[in-house]
C-alpha cells in the first residue's frame, strides 16, 4: 500500500475521533479534506492509470498482406502470389512493436505458429502442383489469427483475468478454437480480456463471448467488424465463465475481424460440429448460407436513434451515425426508412414511437431478470473465487479495493453487488420483466420478419477515454438489449465524411479548435445492424453494403500503408 493511502486513511480515522470526542468543527474539516483527497486519488487511478493510447505509438509500416481480408489471403495462397511464411512472420513482428503499447496480445505462440506457417506453405506448394479441385486444401489454412484469452487454447493461459486462475493453462482446445485449428489457420496467440469478460476494457490484474457486448463492443471501440449470431449457432463450451444452462439462449460465441466479407465464411468454420446440447432445449440454429444481393432484396430499415434509457442519453455523433448508414442503404437500395426515437419521440417518423419499439426503455431489468432468475447457472461470484462455497464476499472485496489490497478489479465487485439485486428486487418487478419480455421479443420479430432491419447505436458515444465507463456502468445496455431479444447483431464502423479514405488522419488539439471539429471527431463510431432471428445473413449482407458505401475499416494515423503516398 503506497504511503499516500496510508496517509488517507489515518487522516480519515483522525477526523472521526476528533468529530465525536472533541471538536466536531475541526473534525469534520478534517474529514472532509481526507476524504475529498481519497475521491481525488480515486479520479486520477479512473482517469490516468491503465493502458497507453494508441496516440504514443510510432509509425509503423503496415505491408500489404496486412491490408487483406482472410478470404482474400486465402485466394493469394491458392495462386502462389503469397507465402505463408511470409505473412505470418510479417504479422508476428507488427505484434512485437504494436503490442508493448497496447497490451493486447497476452501470450504469444510465435514459435508453434512458424512451423504451423511452414506446413501449411508446403501443402498450398504441393496443391499448386496439380490443382486438384476436389484436393484443395482448406480455405482458413495459412491465416494467422488470435483467440480470446477466455477460451480454451491448448498450451496458452486461461484465466479470463481472474487472479484465481493464474495459473491455469489449457491442455485442450475448446470446440471453437479446434475448428479453426483444423481447418488450417495459424493460431499467433491469445488476446487479453477483461476480468471474467464482464467489462467494457481489458483491464485484470493479471494479463493486464457476448452476454453483453464482448462481441460488438471490443469492435465498435476499434472500429472493425463482429458478429453475434442468432441463439444456438455456435457452442459456447471450452470457455471460463461458461454458461451452463439458460445463459446459453443469450451468449454467443462469434468472430470479431477487419472485414465484413469475412464474417459468414469465419461463423461457418466455428459452428462445425453444431451446439453440442440437448437440441430439444436448444433448438439449433439454421446454417449460414450466402451474402445475399440487396440490389435484389427488399429492405426496410428501422433507424433506432436512442432507446430513451434513464441517464444515458446518445451523443449527436453517434444518432449522425445511424442516420449515415440509414440514408446509405436508402440511397443506394431505395430501403424504406423510419426513424425511432424512444426519447424524444417527435424525432421519429410521424411523430410517435412505434409500440414494438417502446419497451427499450426498460432493458436493464430485463436483463438482470434473465440473468439471474435461473437457479442452476453458477454466479458470478462463484467463478470470481474459482468455485469455492460461498463465493465472493463483495462488501469485504470493496473495503479491500478502497485500501488497495483486493486482488479484483472494480468492475468485477460491482457485478457481484449487481447481481444481488435479483434477491431484493421486487417479485411484482421480475413477474412484469418476464412478462413483459416475451411480446417485446414476438413483436419486433414480427415487425422485421424476413426483410426487415434495426440500425442502432452500438454505444450511446463514440470510443470513451480509458476508465470513463466506470461513471456511467450501465451504458452496455445499447448491446444487452439483444441478447435479452436473443437476435442476431453485426457491429459495423461508420466514419465521417471527412474521414473517408484508408487512413484516420492525424489531427492536433489546435487543429480541432481552429477548424470547429467536435472533440470525438477522429474516434471510432459505429452501429449495430439487427435482423429477426435466423436472418443473420440479412445482417452481414447489410454490414458488407455499409462497408461498400461508407469505406469501413480505418488505419490509425501511425500507420503507413505499403503502396500508398503517406
Not at 542 to 563: F, H, N
Request: hydrophobic share 40%.
Amino acid at each position: 500500500m503506497s504511503a499516500h493511502k496510508i496517509f488517507l486513511g489515518l487522516a480519515i480515522a483522525a477526523g472521526a475521533v476528533l468529530a465525536y470526542h472533541y471538536a466536531y468543527l475541526l473534525g469534520l474539516i478534517t474529514y472532509g479534506v481526507a476524504v475529498c483527497g481519497l475521491c481525488n486519488w480515486w479520479m486520477s487511478a479512473f482517469m490516468r492509470a491503465g493502458p497507453r493510447t494508441s496516440r504514443q505509438i510510432p509509425q509503423q509500416r503496415i505491408a500489404h498482406c496486412q491490408q487483406l481480408s482472410a478470404l482474400e489471403l486465402s485466394k493469394a495462397y491458392r495462386e502462389g502470389q503469397l507465402s505463408c511464411v511470409e505473412v505470418v512472420s510479417t504479422f508476428i513482428e507488427h505484434i512485437k512493436a504494436v503490442n508493448p503499447y497496447i497490451n493486447a496480445l497476452v501470450f504469444d505462440c510465435f514459435d508453434e505458429a512458424m512451423e504451423a506457417a511452414v506446413e501449411a506453405e508446403r501443402v498450398w506448394a504441393a496443391w499448386r502442383e496439380h490443382k486438384d479441385p476436389k484436393r484443395m486444401p482448406s480455405w482458413l489454412l495459412g491465416v494467422p489469427c488470435t483467440i480470446k484469452e477466455c477460451m480454451e487454447c491448448r498450451g496458452c493461459p486461461n484465466t479470463s483475468g481472474n487472479p484465481n486462475r493464474r495459473r491455469i493453462i489449457s491442455e485442450v482446445d475448446s470446440p471453437v478454437v479446434k475448428n479453426f485449428r483444423d481447418a488450417g489457420a495459424i493460431i499467433l496467440g491469445v488476446t487479453n480480456t477483461s476480468e471474467l469478460c464482464m467489462w467494457y476494457e481489458s483491464s485484470n490484474y493479471i494479463l493486464g463471448s457476448d452476454i453483453g457486448g464482448s462481441i460488438r463492443m471490443p469492435a465498435f471501440f476499434n472500429g472493425v467488424y463482429g458478429h453475434k449470431a442468432s441463439p444456438h449457432y455456435i457452442t459456447n463450451a471450452g470457455q471460463y465463465p461458461s454458461a451452463k444452462t439458460s445463459a446459453n439462449h443469450y451468449m454467443a460465441t462469434g468472430p470479431i475481424c477487419r472485414f465484413p466479407e469475412d464474417l459468414i465464411p469465419l461463423s461457418q468454420v466455428a459452428a462445425r460440429g453444431g451446439f453440442r446440447l440437448d437440441p430439444v432445449v436448444y433448438p439449433p440454429c439454421s446454417p449460414l448460407k450466402k451474402v445475399l444481393d440487396l440490389n435484389h432484396h427488399p429492405l426496410r430499415v428501422y433507424a433506432l436513434e436512442d432507446y430513451g434509457l434513464p441517464g444515458i442519453h446518445v451523443s449527436e455523433s453517434q444518432i449522425e451515425a445511424v442516420h449515415t448508414a440509414a440514408e446509405a442503404l436508402r440511397e443506394r437500395y431505395n430501403a424504406k426508412v423510419t426513424y425511432v426515437n424512444v426519447r424524444t419521440p417527435s424525432r421519429s417518423t410521424g411523430g410517435a414511437v412505434p409500440p414494438e419499439f417502446q419497451s427499450f426503455a426498460r432493458i436493464l431489468p430485463m436483463w438482470v431478470s434473465v440473468l439471474t432468475k435461473d437457479p442452476t447457472e453458477a454466479k458470478f461470484s462463484l467463478f470470481m473465487s474459482q468455485g469455492h462455497v460461498g463465493g465472493v464476499n463483495w462488501c469485504a472485496e470493496a473495503v479491500r479495493w478502497v485500501f488497495g489490497r483486493s486482488h479484483h478489479t472494480l468492475p468485477a465487485i460491482a457485478l457481484c453487488v449487481l447481481e444481488t439485486a435479483e434477491l431484493v428486487m421486487p417479485r411484482w418487478l421480475k413477474f412484469s420483466c418476464d412478462e413483459e419480455l416475451l411480446p417485446f421479443k414476438m413483436g419486433l420479430e414480427s415487425l422485421l420478419a424476413v426483410d426487415g432491419i434495426i440500425i442502432a447505436p452500438t454505444f450511446p458515444s463514440a470510443a470513451p477515454r480509458h476508465h470513463f465507463p466506470l461513471w456511467n456502468p450501465f451504458q452496455f445496455q445499447y448491446t444487452a438489449a439483444f441478447n435479452v431479444l436473443q437476435l442476431p447483431a453485426t457491429a459495423c464502423p461508420v466514419w465521417p465524411g471527412s474521414l473517408m479514405a484508408n487512413r484516420r488522419k492525424s489531427i492536433s488539439i489546435h487543429e480541432e479548435r481552429s477548424m470547429r471539429l467536435p472533440h470525438d471527431f477522429h474516434l471510432p463510431k459505429g452501429v449495430q445492424v439487427v435482423s429477426a432471428t435466423h436472418q443473420d445473413e440479412l445482417c452481414i449482407s447489410v454490414a458488407i453494403a455499409l462497408k461498400d458505401a461508407l469505406g469501413g475499416y480505418r488505419y490509425p494515423s501511425w500507420a503507413m500503408l505499403e503502396g500508398t503516398d503517406y
